[in-house]
């Protein structure tokens, strides 16, 4: 396993419990060096310091440089090219330095926020030059001392000036800080630095050659020593008052001498925590009185410890031999695990006077409370049965299963007091004077000597069985879920178990008697699990009204409950260990300091002098009956931001070096974020809110990273906030980013969409007053059409009706009649090709080409003239109404002037499209002209000026005698 998680316990030693079970120790967690090595290799073992930063995050000094955590992630980096970390400090302007064997330097923020190792002195000694191993670092006026086996080096980092100030004899490894004064440990005693000189401790020449581990402030102006004799052998204590240094002979002293001291921490003001390296760490008090001892024997890893460091939150760091481990001192709870002995599920309990016995399948435990020796060993009992329960009665601890009843002795012992299987015993009051068990055949009543017994038939199996009202409540089936209930009547089961409300229940998990009452804890379909209430006046079990609508009993499975005491009542419902308390005539639930007894705390419960015992799976947990509030103080940090959930934008450690600005083409984030509480890791909750995005915080979740897609451009700030184990909130989180819009919502996008949009606007524009123009061209070329094909025609009509209504015509009238009928046809005919011409239905060649062959045709068979027609079928590109007026004019103006003129008899009409253009010729036979002899009338005239405005190119070839050819060539 790369991460080991023992529920062992912490120090109680900041409550105090009843005599008998205050000897245990609290929650703890291992870190291995598999856990916390990197790309699948393994870490160093060796830890050789421990420190938080003011963000909360972990670093500790191994023995090939340093590590870090933020409560998710382990990373490391070296310190110089190689060697181990020594020590780590921040400064009152929250830098952070480091220091190793071979280098000294400070940590920083890399181009991406991660943090990266940054030498201070590569700069102040040469390539070459050995580089001295620096053991501790202070603070003193905003510059900071390195101090080493050579002495101490001065560092002003606003002048980024070293001094270096060469001790006169070597130093060793310790030193200590009085009133701005550096206490190192010399060959001869103790030296004080005073900043530029050193000189002597007074007194210190009683250490002799020892060499000083440690020195630690105890009070006010009192300092303990710790010291190793040259070979290295033997520890001893020392109290330094400021003025002389006295041995600490006290029974930690003692205790310590071959254990070999190697560091020491104030824990409160009246505790001390020591380390060493083959005993664990010891606990004492200013007194030297040995309060605990954690050792392997009790939980820690290894007994070689390095150094210790406590948190905000009153946890304790040790950097061992082997790996890193923690310890909870903020916790009143004590907790038993498999190091003590106890493996499988824990599934009951018999507390009596100074023993206690645990059954966990197959095998039951024994511990003697009040013998310190083996206050965390549980010894196994020589049993092979299985086990029923226990029964605590008359100050005796009874053991029952399938064979009988026994008694067990303080010495774990078992007397066979009854032969023959026993189910259950019928829990009562504890002050009556005899305890009854429930068998396949009878009810045994047993007063403490004789047993009398009373007829019984179980017909099933039974699991609890409860007294209540004079009368005898089982749950029919196995302890870890009964089919139903049932009452004993006239030695009997009743045949019809006990009703409850609701058809749904499918499993009784426990039944029993609190508050005077008698409750069933039961799981069902649906919305039907939670806490039961017996009504018996109707004989049926209802939804209870304990606790009203709580979350944690409402519809939940509530699987355990235990009344400890007339206002006390403990439960372990919805995988929750729930206190239920009386205060001021109203039941109120407290669940916050007992969440990390285990995750799932469904097995067993039992009350005990000065609080309950808790049993799980491979866990055995002790929370005693005093108030308190689990307080601590700890950061959210966003460890990092991730663009498409893979490249990291931000690393977590400072602030960004420039505001983080994304291209909307990066707008997929992914942010994770770890609470610096170190209680249970695993167990903290987190709230998100990515504000201009999100409306709300999100739900309370484990999860440790946050994805968004498709964010919007604009300004954003994402928060994160969290809560411990304990449902302590830590400080939040904030980071400020923006997404730029996408290009085409750019200002300049924006200005070119205004040209655009512009420039449409004038296109549209100019296209709307050339199609005015068009109009207006359309209807002058209408106009001059009338003008000129039909007023001649119809002013010839009016010339012809004055000369009949003349008197002085004195001829035959007929012959105007006849002028005026025929000019009255050709008018008609011309308006008629005109508005054909101008009509938009005929805006299309098929229709053109029609009209073409039908007018040639018609007017050649009634001349009786040959013809030949050449017209293509189709002929592409759009025939506009222009194109079609000119083009059926000057058709019909060549096909008439030769059929009227050219006196020919064959002509042959040629229409097809040819390389992009229509191409037309018109062809008789017939005598031909004189062009240039021809005085040039309208029709021809027309002819070109036609041409012309469709950008036709028009020839005529004629000579007299040899007919006329007409070539037009239009582009189309």
């Not at 939980?299 to 948190?311: A, K, P, R």
Request: glycine letters at 8%; aromatic letters at 14%; charged letters at 25%.
């Amino acid at each position: 396993m790369k991460f080991i998680k023992l529920a062992v316990g912490a120090l109680a030693l900041i409550c105090s419990t009843a005599p008998s079970v205050g000897q245990g120790f609290s929650f703890q967690t291992y870190y291995s060096p598999e856990f916390y090595g990197q790309s699948g290799q393994k870490g160093h073992p060796q830890n050789w310091t421990v420190y938080q930063d003011s963000n909360g995050y972990i670093y500790t000094g191994s023995g090939n440089g340093l590590n870090f955590f933020d409560g998710l992630n382990w990373g490391f980096d070296h310190i110089g090219e190689r060697g181990r970390g020594l020590s780590f400090f921040e400064s009152s302007n929250k830098n952070i330095y480091v220091s190793g064997s071979t280098n000294f330097g400070k940590l920083i923020p890399d181009s991406l926020n991660r943090i990266k190792y940054q030498s201070i002195s590569d700069h102040f000694y040469s390539k070459n030059a050995e580089h001295p191993s620096v053991w501790s670092i202070y603070e003193i006026d905003g510059k900071i001392y390195f101090c080493h086996l050579d002495g101490i080096g001065v560092y002003n980092p606003s002048e980024k000036t070293f001094s270096n100030f060469q001790a006169n004899e070597r130093f060793g490894r310790a030193s200590f800080l009085k009133d701005n004064t550096i206490i190192i440990d010399g060959d001869s005693g103790l030296w004080a630095f005073n900043g530029s000189s050193y000189s002597k401790v007074s007194g210190s020449e009683v250490l002799g050659e020892a060499r000083l581990l440690f020195g630690i402030k105890v009070g006010a102006e009192k300092y303990l020593l710790g010291t190793i004799d040259k070979a290295g052998t033997k520890s001893e204590l020392w109290v330094y008052d400021g003025k002389e240094i006295q041995s600490f002979d006290t029974e930690v002293s003692s205790y310590l001498e071959e254990k070999l001291l190697f560091d020491a921490i104030l824990i409160d003001s009246q505790t001390i925590a020591i380390a060493t390296i083959y005993g664990g760490v010891i606990f004492t008090n200013e007194d030297g009185e040995i309060l605990k001892v954690f050792n392997e024997k009790t939980g820690l890893y290894t007994n070689s410890v390095f150094d210790l460091f406590l948190d905000r939150e009153k946890t304790l760091w040790m950097g061992l031999a082997e790996g890193i481990q923690t310890l909870q001192l903020n916790s009143h709870i004590q907790n038993y695990s498999e190091w003590a002995g106890i493996e499988g599920d824990v599934t009951d309990i018999a507390v009596e006077g100074d023993n206690m016995f645990v059954f966990a399948y197959p095998h039951i435990y024994r511990k003697e409370l009040a013998v310190p020796e083996n206050v965390l060993l549980f010894k196994p009992i020589d049993y092979q049965g299985q086990i029923a329960g226990f029964v605590t009665f008359r100050n005796r601890v009874y053991l029952y299963d399938n064979t009988g009843l026994y008694e067990i002795g303080v010495d774990g012992t078992l007397t066979s007091l009854y032969q023959g299987p026993i189910l259950e015993h019928i829990e009562k009051a504890k002050e009556e004077e005899t305890v009854s068990f429930i068998t396949p055949t009878n009810i045994l009543i047993f007063d403490g000597l004789r047993f009398r017994s009373r007829e019984f038939s179980a017909g099933n199996e039974i699991g609890y069985a409860v007294k209540y009202k004079q009368e005898v409540f089982v749950t029919i089936g196995h302890k870890t879920g009964g089919t139903g209930i049932a009452k004993i009547q006239d030695g009997k089961l009743n045949t019809v178990p006990v009703k409850f409300d609701s058809s749904n229940v499918i499993r009784i998990i426990k039944i029993g008697v609190f508050d005077g009452k008698l409750y069933a804890g039961a799981e069902g379909g649906g919305s039907n699990s939670g806490l039961y209430e017996y009504h018996s006046d109707d004989q049926v079990f209802r939804k209870s009204e304990f606790l009203g609508e709580h979350p944690d009993f409402l519809n939940k499975q509530v699987y355990n409950f235990e009344q400890c005491s007339q206002e006390v009542i403990w439960f372990t419902a919805n995988k929750k260990i729930l206190k239920v308390k009386e205060v001021q005539n109203e039941w109120r639930v407290y669940e916050s300091p007992y969440q990390q007894v285990s995750k799932n705390p469904k097995y067993t419960m039992r009350c005990a002098e000065g609080g309950i015992w808790i049993g799980s799976t491979n866990n055995l947990s002790f929370i005693p009956n005093k108030e308190w509030n689990f307080k601590s103080e700890f950061r959210t940090n966003i460890t990092g931001i991730y663009i498409r959930n893979d490249s990291l934008i931000y690393g977590g450690f400072g602030e960004p070096q420039q505001p983080i600005v994304l291209p909307y083409a990066n707008n997929e984030l992914r942010f994770s974020y770890a609470a610096a509480s170190y209680v249970a890791p695993d167990r903290n909750q987190y709230q998100v809110k990515l504000e201009g995005f999100d409306s709300d915080w999100s739900t309370w979740t484990s999860e440790t990273q946050k994805d968004y897609t498709n964010i919007p451009e604009g300004e954003y700030m994402f928060r994160v906030r969290s809560k411990n184990v304990y449902d302590v909130a830590g400080i939040s989180d904030a980071i400020p980013f923006e997404i730029l819009p996408p290009w085409y919502r750019t200002w300049w996008a924006y200005l070119l969409y205004t040209f655009t949009i512009a420039g449409i606007l004038y296109l549209a524009y100019k296209i709307r007053i050339n199609q005015i123009l068009r109009v207006q061209r359309i209807r002058n070329n209408i106009a001059s059409d009338l003008h000129d094909e039909v007023s001649a025609t119809l002013s010839s009509i009016s010339y012809f009706a004055e000369a009949i209504k003349s008197d002085k015509l004195k001829k035959d009238k007929s012959r105007f009649v006849n002028l005026i009928a025929n000019s009255a046809d050709d008018a008609k005919e011309k308006i008629t090709d005109i508005v054909w011409a101008i009509n938009p239905e005929h805006d299309d060649w098929l229709s053109f080409l029609s009209k073409c062959r039908r007018f040639t045709s018609d007017l050649l068979e009634s001349k009786e003239m040959d013809y030949s027609l050449k017209i293509d079928e189709f002929i592409p590109g759009k025939l506009d109404m222009q194109l079609r007026q000119h083009l059926w004019l000057i058709f019909k103006e060549m096909v008439t002037n030769a059929v009227r003129h050219s006196q020919a008899t064959q002509l042959d009409v040629i229409m097809k499209y040819e390389d992009g253009e229509l191409k037309l010729v018109v062809q008789d036979n017939g005598e031909g002209m004189d062009v240039d002899n021809v005085r040039k009338g309208n029709g021809l005239v027309n002819i070109h000026k036609r041409a012309e405005q469709i950008n036709g190119e028009i020839s005529l070839k004629t000579s007299e005698g040899f007919g006329t050819r007409w070539m037009l060539k239009v582009p189309l």
